[in-house]
């Protein structure tokens, strides 16, 4: 009775062992994703060259640009 007792034991630790480790690595694993940067296109300005996220550009006329400055400066020049 007190070897059946014992597996019991040995098997409840492995279980707990487990359990615990699989969370850790799924803990890692999520961490590792939001550490991760997203990836996102990148454009290049049309008057300076600069490449920049798209998201933080300025478009006119399918032409990207870095910042209101060089949007007015480009269409300045091609006016
Ligand atoms: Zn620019």
New binding site residues.
Partial sequence: MSRLLFLIVIFALIYLLLKSYLKQVRKNDKSEQTGSVPTEDMVC?A????HLPKHESMVTDDMY???EA?RRAHADKHQ
């Fill in positions: 300005c008057h300076c060259g600069v640009f870095c910042s060089h």
